[in-house]
């Protein structure tokens, strides 16, 4: 067991890759640790922020034909998009997954999904046994309840996986304000999906720019 | 001080007018009683159903010029629509929107805004001494501290104020699923803003367009 | 607006009568003010509870054959009864269900449901205005938000309504412990969905019926 | 039992009377309620607001010599100002403190004071059976325990109390930003105490003082 | 419905008779609304506070041979004192108990038990509906959750009962630290019982009685 | 201190061994971290997955003729099985439950019950140090308050314990929904005992048998 | 970094030595993480715990004659003994404390104190750092914040400290119910400052001591 | 992974630098996680406390031209002090302030500022990485939600990183109250921004000012 620490354990557009689990109705409609809309949001907002990144995206479902389809907000990110669609509970031991996860040639593993206790932590714990460095979005996951959720992250700290929420793997994702092509793209995303911070951005562009009044207002 | 019950109590969309207050970033910088995302989402929810049932809305906002304008998920919804500004604190005290509001012939006001124990309360209790039946949407609304908050929802209730939350008002406003012509729009703006309800009406949807599979599946 | 108060307006299981509203998968769905589980055991502990003490009891939902049947176990208790399926989301606008109230005599209406802000709002405040005496028994409810469940609960404060927990209905219904026969009834409903009192009569009955130890155990 | 609402009902600082009431470290070390730092800071700002409007203000204590003197953070805000100390524990029963009350001709009584449940509630069911219209700022009191701040707001509301937190005292008394005499005075306290909205004030004018970008920023 | 309010409306001891309602093992077995601990510790205070200002006190349970007998921290108390058993769950319609009330004389009825959704709600309701002025000690109650405890207290409310907690009745009952005869009767009480207050006050005490010291400490 | 992750990690029906310890009314009537009916609930629910995918499971008792009898929610699901009663606060220093444990020949020990930080925790830590794979099962436990429940789950992580819940080790014995003879027994389970996720799949399946319908519904 | 399991890790009452640190005034006047109440009636049962189990108890403060004497609830449990007074905040450096524990030839060290952040949490570090086994009490422990507490825990458990809650304690070091010489003293303590255990006991008590009724009862 | 534990684990001045990082207002603007004036409250404190103890403070921002100047609680206790401005925001990968830092000879680097899971997560993984021993001040720091908050802390410490609060950390530099030359200065940061503290210890100055009583009082 070792930390987790150092410049090279922050996360790089140029070596991530995000797998979004079974965000679907059967597993939303027993989901009680958090907001609903708000991981639809937050899904929403990562998948967008790995889009402005250019960070690959696997989608993934298990039996969709009868748990439902992969939320519109996150399949709207990718159109035309495939997504696999498993048997397996875990969708690390399904090759389809995995494969196509191996072929991006990346290694730093971002995972978020519903729910957190089953279908995140699965994968993320057979993922880092095999050597990769795993990162768990946890504000875009939710479990059957806060007991649920908590518990699973701790299950996950203990085998090694990194723990972080939305905003920030975006934010680690642009570490340089002066990076223009993508803070233009992020600061869009943040506008949709990022709360206060994107009516607070409106704002400061609004003020700058108006011209500096005569008298104080 | 009398009861408010009765089916003529209930919300109409042809009695109904909508007021939308402050919701601008100065407010929203210092929101701490709700998620600002969800008060974001709540109240473009709100609006899109005002609009899906042809209810009018007033916007206006308190030096926008400084303070900042409206959210654009709200102006999005009433493209091109006028916006009130004022300077006076209390919405109701300015005649550029009281009159509005009267020229809509309508009795049923329904206030949204921020704060909710300032920019919220002052026009509710105004109105309502001047009979007015005042609703208020809690969960459109929010404050500089929970507390702040729940006290001027205890405070606006003993002014004789109604409480609901937005998608109660959507529903009070649908009252009937039979009524096919607005069903539709507020499933939309439910699948858009209404988190759980939204998806799962989706995938009911789904299912319900899947053939009966004829071995059990 | 007057005080509820005096013996006359504690519940009376002989003039009781329960409408239990849209216990149904797409209303759980999206619940997020209470532990779903809790809400089914609470709903169905109240079911049983009116069947102990011959509460006729009306079973109802808005269009099952989208939004799904009413929950098993709460038909469970009563095999064979029809249920009335509604289009109209205020179910005291439907004269089916409203008809079959009237016709039980009773005059202390009881009501639970979900959500508590739509499905049980507009009846209990419809009828409120109707002169019936209204008892809401939160904890078979529930409600898309904590905010709109709590919201919805002052709604109907402030129309009249009066407020209970199913264990407190429950046991006014029996108000005295000598009337043995509905008192073992309560005991068995109680030992499967009373949680910590279930479990606590059980030790008491094994206790009371070990012979006294001849040396301190 | 009356609705309070109507123009006449928000405060007017030229009506307005402030009573501090047992703001001392022998209170302070059992409140449970609230963080005892916000206590401090928002009686403070409350102090400072009424000094900024004109809104005179009586200090009292209760056995000062043995349960402390009150909070410097606001005796500094009315220098050599004289505090009445009692050994009431009811402040409206000693007319040493009343009698500066009434002397002041004016009738929105405004109250806050440590322990919400003892020190505050007393005084205020008192003054409300004896005319006067009592305004109690609730995030300037604290109590024993959560329970018994909240159970004591509930208690003062069934004896006719308006209920208030400090920020929308201040916002009612100002009512207009076009009056400004006031609204710098009180733009200074909410720099001081008010949390988010002071920041957000300092940025503000910092934007709007900034030159318009030549080339977007 | 009328505001409870003024003077008069305040406890005093010679008009206070205080009834403690089946504090017994089997309703605190199923306890969840608040610390059991907390509210033992609370009734004892509550309990010997009455002792202290002589205000007559009435113990009941409901069979106690199987429910458990009431706690030994409140029996204590009051040494040698009858207890009345019922099988009445409804206190108030028990004349054993009501008898004794009315031969005291006193009108301002003091309320606290297990649970406060049955064994306290019915009778402060019914007592209520008869012309008592009931006041309910809230933090020596409890229910079978937060909800159905909450619940209960806004029912009672509606049914005009007054809501306090156990360190505010004793306060409003000493109302004057100038009473030295009980003063110092409540001050071991909360030295005991009163958590924070009782270590302050011993500090308070050893402080006044240290010398002033020569050079600053 | 090393991580625990690794696809072997993962728990296997066919090497997992259950042990539910002292489920009884004692601590049940002190449980204060949790729910009362949901403790008994998730240990049901979790009891009938162990027999639905064959993982032996042992009963344990301290004291029951005094401290009281397993809960039968429990019991039913394995009629007729010998239940260890012990004198031993720590199982595992009870060679009559060791014994039986390693007669299963499974190093996957899976551990319940009441309280966390006494009865599970002792277990849990010296089993750990004899080398067993230790998973405790959080949601299925309990503890007198929320601090101590928490804690006990700190030490026990610190011990080496794997965290886990109920829903979480149900699923994760399946791994795969298409091994269909336990996928039947486990929908069973859900349905009963998994709140939201057993409705949601009778809606489905409702959903799912329902012929397409002719025109939109 | 290792795990800490195993059953010599468990806590022993002749390898047990106590340190209580500073439950004095000055720090409960702003302990805001729990109630204090409890603090004081865990540390009492903690201390009582010790005595019942022959632990020696270390007592000491800071700056008594200033920050007050240590609570009499501990100190009423070890008549007569001395009290270690310090200047040093850290009491690990200060030899008089120190030279005491290592006296005792205990190393099971088991420490509470206020506040959990300073006073308890850098003694605990140093001894750690010294080859000590570390426990300490969480819940006879506070600190000024929630957040200041849960911290520090944190903090601890990094440096490898142990983390229990009283009742834990006391019950590991009984080990057996058997042992019968210190289960009557526990049981005792528990009477007195374990909640609902006390009163479960008693009821158990009563009912086991009850003549089996002839006819149900 | 090693503990981190012993004497020389603790903060010394003479070993510390605090570095203060985007105490900005578009930071502030969307902070959920904490009340904001708690999180300017305990910075001011924790930078007058390093004032006061002589160790070095670098302040820094990210691009304050737009995001708003440093709040100038902050910048008032550093009069005329450079503020380093970067667009990186990742602080530990400018070398304007790493060098500042480094200049110091100091290596128990302690970190505060906005948000804790961007602004100060990464400077704190990234140096820690490099060899620093890391401090971060959890009550200074803040995050757009309160999951954000938490899991960057379970992150950090996952990094190795040290978590305090910042009166502990004022605490821990103090160490021995005999150090009157900074105790002195300490005593009056907390009067000024350590809530129940600064209070008590008034009063407790105030009372050993006050002659002992001839007669109790």
């Known amino acids: 067991m070792t930390f987790r620490n150092g410049l090279a354990s922050l996360l790089r557009p140029e070596d991530s890759v995000l797998v979004l689990i079974d965000h679907q109705p059967y597993q939303l ?18 998948a967008k922020a ?53 072929a991006t040639g990346r290694k730093q593993l971002i995972i978020a999904g519903l729910w957190t206790e089953v279908c ?22 939710g ?28 934010a680690e994702w642009q570490r340089d304000w002066a990076r223009l092509d993508t803070a233009g793209k992020l600061t869009e995303v943040f506008a949709q999906h990022g709360g206060g911070s994107g009516i607070a951005y409106l704002w400061e562009q609004q003020l700058l720019n108006t011209p500096v009044p005569t008298a104080a207002g």
């Open 143 to 170: 479990g059957v309840s806060v007991e649920s959720h908590e518990v699973a992250i701790k299950r996950m700290i203990a085998a090694g996986a990194n723990m972080m929420t939305w905003i920030a793997v975006a």
């Open 29 to 46: 409609a027993n989901l009680n640790s958090h907001e609903p809309q708000m991981v639809i949001n937050n899904t929403a907002g990562l």
């Open 50 to 102: 790995a889009r402005a990144f250019g960070v690959p995206t696997i989608l993934t479902t298990v039996i969709a034909e009868r748990g439902g389809l992969l939320f519109p907000q996150i399949t709207d990110v990718f159109p035309g998009q495939e997504i696999i669609d498993r048997t397996l509970i875990n969708t690390w031991e399904d090759p389809k997954v995995v494969d196509v996860v191996k």
């Open 120 to 141: 995140v932590a699965m994968p993320a714990i057979q993922a880092l046994g095999e050597g990769w460095d795993v990162t768990v979005v946890t504000d875009a996951c």
